[in-house]
T-cell receptor
Framework: DTAVSQTPKYLVTQMGNDKSIKCEQN?????MYWYKQDSKKFLKIMFS???????INETVPNRFSPKSPDKAHLNLHINSLELGDSAVYFC????????????FGPGTRLLVL | GEDVEQSLFLSVREGDSSVINCTYT??????LYWYKQEPGAGLQLLTY???NMDMKQDQRLTVLLNKKDKHLSLRIADTQTGDSAIYFC???WGSGGGADGLTFGKGTHLIIQP
């Protein structure tokens, strides 16, 4: 059984489009995250979401908006895609904020043309 | 702010031990982690250590933590070709109220020579 799943696995789109990436966890965790891994493999946190409280990394453009319909899902919506948005986006979950384990999804590889 | 540093590459011969080093700056980190990423794959949690421990062993993996020097290492005994991957050191920040998350190093590419 997949603990943290993401769809789609690959996403190729044109500049200016709006797209969404979905994330689901079946672990019963309270906290979810989005991370971005760029072409040099550098990983940085974008958002954390805990019990309907969203904490935003201030370096993330406001074109990125996470949406959580329920505790098991944290989707990432991106408006007006730019070339620099091309990256691998990882969703992660944690039992609660500050807990010792954080499990990652398989990643969504986004390519903006 | 928080910063995690690690060497970008490490080359070892198959069968030797690999030691991947990491330094971090946030002395309030509660947990420190090693993640493995194989080509085209996601992040696999290998092991983690609580900040009040100085060593943790799990089969071929040994984690050493020097809290005074803010230095973390991962030793892989009897390195195999399947260990070829990028290894990310990460520190946990935040607890209680407010934001929390992981800060990652840039990753160490472990290259195995036959």
């Amino acid at each position: 059984d997949t603990a943290v799943s993401q769809t789609p696995k690959y996403l190729v789109t044109q500049m200016g489009n709006d797209k969404s990436i979905k994330c689901e966890q079946n672990l019963g965790h309270d906290t979810m995250y989005w991370y971005k891994q760029d072409s040099k493999k550098f990983l940085k946190i974008m958002f954390s979401y805990n019990n309907k409280e969203l904490i935003i990394n201030e370096t993330v453009p406001n074109r990125f908006s996470p949406k959580s319909p329920d505790k098991a899902h944290l989707n990432l919506h991106i408006n007006s895609l730019e070339l620099g948005d091309s990256a691998v986006y990882f969703c992660a979950s944690s039992p609660r904020r500050g807990s010792e384990t954080q499990y990652f999804g398989p990643g969504t590889r986004l390519l903006v043309l | 702010g928080e910063d995690v540093e690690q060497s970008l590459f490490l080359s070892v011969r198959e069968g030797d031990s690999s030691v991947i080093n990491c330094t971090y700056t946030d002395s309030s980190s509660t947990y420190l982690y090693w993640y493995k990423q194989e080509p085209g794959a996601g992040l696999q949690l290998l092991t983690y250590i609580f900040s009040n421990m100085d060593m943790k062993q799990d089969q071929r993996l040994t984690v050493l933590l020097n809290k005074k020097d803010k230095h973390l290492s991962l030793r892989i005994a009897d390195t195999q070709t399947g260990d070829s991957a990028i290894y990310f050191c990460a520190e946990r920040w935040g607890s209680g109220g407010g934001a929390d998350g992981l800060t990652f190093g840039k990753g160490t590419h472990l290259i195995i020579q036959p």
